[in-house]
């Protein structure tokens, strides 16, 4: 289950979101889920052999231990299943693990009911030093494959060859030397892979779901994840143009904020309320002072609820008050910690944040090296939706629907998605959303419509599918949505976007 938790505030008619630097506690959703996103049956038998050469391998047994070789140590290849592209902790509870022989080689099945993601990492390390890096595949371009799409796998077996470090002294990747190519997948065409190559970059993401599983002390199963949300804005009239589904839209990147989930419980409302237990959220040590909107923080000054019980502060004024609605998530009570700490330009912070409860570390998370899907003047980079308002004919103020398509930004080039490959979208996104909120004279009216991407390219706000996210009012007045009609204030609406992929929040607000 991909839980949205941003709710989006309306004035007036016509949809605002304000981003300000405040934390904010609620148990309102969660952004990890579980189940599978597979239609094949069978097994992929994986197999490959780590490379232990100097300089581009890696010490994986004890005799290589005992010749001194500086290569990261690691002893286990260990796959992630991913719900179409949902990266979440769910998926450590599934995941597969083969332990590295003495001569490199190992051996995985992994079923095709799910992608997979290959990872490396030194099962006898703790908290940020277990992960190592991530498997990529050789796609015979400058773009490797991350993402190892089983549910469209044409074989039975992939032997990957010989893994070998990056030779990028940036990258904690690890290539194989056997190519993948379209033949290995049942119906994939060289653009889709292309097109999976070009933006699976995210699942680096990877790196913060294993060093935050059963780690920092916590109990088997225990697992912390952070989801950084991204927001940008865009223009509600480009929205209503013939030719707005014929380029990627124009979009001004508003900020980042952060949705902490967690299945600890180890601290209730209740305690954060009345400050028997003190949650906090550390910037990174390394990044000294750290400008977020208009405040400012550094390690030893975290954003934490100490002093004012259910209102959050950096020992200053107040900036937000907790949400103390419980929300059933995966069979259990769990809170989810919504950070809108704003990052509205630079560079994201390097470095470790820290999640402390009671003055103890529970997590760690690196956002800035996992190659976040946004480049450093605010483009999103990866899959980028566009909407277009449709209107009756005869009421051009009328919507009728709201249709959708798709591009691809690599950090270089603007790509469209064609029809025929929306197929490659099962493997990123699992649904994506359009919702209408207004709130009028004390009312408030919402309309929240979800598609399979993959599959369908249109918004209908009276499919009989969203008679309950849209709240169809009995009077047929206030069942009809309008844009930019001030004669109907209470359902005169802007349009907001989401979906979630890899780990990541990507919210687009029109106005």
């Known amino acids: 289950m991909n839980c949205r938790l941003k709710d989006f505030k309306v004035t007036t008619f016509l ?19 579980g189940g599978s996103g597979g239609g094949s049956t069978g097994t992929v038998q994986l197999s490959g052999t780590i490379s232990s050469a100097t300089g581009t391998g890696y010490t994986h047994s004890k005799s290589l231990m005992a ?32 332990v590295i022989a003495a001569d490199g080689s190992f051996s995985l099945g992994l079923a095709k009911t799910a992608d997979w993601l290959l990872v490396l990492i030194n099962s006898a390390a703790t908290g940020t030093r277990r992960f190592v890096g991530s498997v990529a595949m050789d796609t015979g ?29 940036t990258s904690s990747d690890a290539l194989s030397t056997r ?15 292309t097109a999976m190559a070009k933006t699976d970059d995210i699942f680096r993401n990877a790196m913060n779901i294993v060093n935050n599983y059963e780690q920092f002390g916590n109990s088997a199963g225990t697992w912390y994840q952070l989801r950084p949300d991204f927001h940008w804005d865009g223009d509600l009239a480009s929205l209503a143009t013939t030719s707005a589904l014929e380029s990627a839209p124009s979009l001004t990147y508003s900020g980042m904020n952060f949705q902490l989930d967690q299945n600890a419980d180890s601290v209730l409302m209740t305690s954060i309320c009345n400050t028997t237990g003190i949650v906090a959220l550390h910037p990174p040590l390394s990044a000294g002072i750290v400008t977020m909107g208009s405040k400012t923080y550094d390690y030893a000054n975290p954003i934490k609820n100490s002093g004012n019980g259910c209102q959050l502060w950096n020992g200053g004024p107040t900036v937000e008050t907790a949400n103390s609605d419980l929300y059933a998530c995966n069979g259990y009570q769990n809170i989810t910690f919504s950070v809108n700490a704003s990052f509205n330009s630079g560079a994201i912070p390097a470095g470790f944040w820290e999640w402390k409860e009671d003055g103890v570390v529970k997590a760690a998370f690196d956002i800035a090296n996992i190659n976040p899907p946004i480049t450093g003047t605010g483009q999103l980079k990866g899959f980028i939706p566009t909407y277009q308002i449709v209107t009756d004919p005869t009421n051009t103020h009328k919507i009728t629907r709201v249709d959708i398509a798709w591009f691809f930004y690599d950090g270089i080039t603007v790509t469209p998605l064609l029809t025929a490959d929306l197929e490659v979208l099962k493997h990123f996104v699992s649904g994506i959303e359009a919702k209408f909120d ?35 009012d009995t009077d047929p007045a206030f069942r009809d949505w309008y844009y930019q009609d001030t004669s109907h204030p209470e359902t005169n609406t802007g349009l907001m976007g989401f979906y979630e992929t890899g780990g990541f929040g990507y919210f687009f607000d029109y106005r």
């Open 67 to 98: 010749a001194g070789l500086n290569n990261p140590v690691i002893d286990t290849v260990l796959a992630i299943p991913m719900d179409r592209g949902s990266l979440s902790s769910w998926g450590m509870t599934n995941s597969k693990t083969a």
């Open 438 to 472: 207004v709130t009028y004279n004390g009312s408030r009216r919402t309309c929240e419509m979800y598609i399979d991407p993959s599959v369908e390219t249109s918004f209908d706000p009276l499919d009989s599918r969203y008679a309950s996210t849209c709240q169809a």
């Open 141 to 169: 371009t400058a773009d490797s494959l991350l993402n190892l799409p089983a549910t469209i796998a044409a074989i039975s077996s992939m032997p990957l060859g010989t893994i070998s470090r990056s030779a990028d002294p």
């Open 15 to 33: 949809l605002a979101m304000g981003l300000t630097a405040m934390l904010g506690f609620t148990m309102q959703g969660c952004s990890s889920g």
């Open 179 to 193: 190519m993948v190519t379209t033949a290995d997948f049942s119906n994939f065409s060289q653009a889709q892979l």
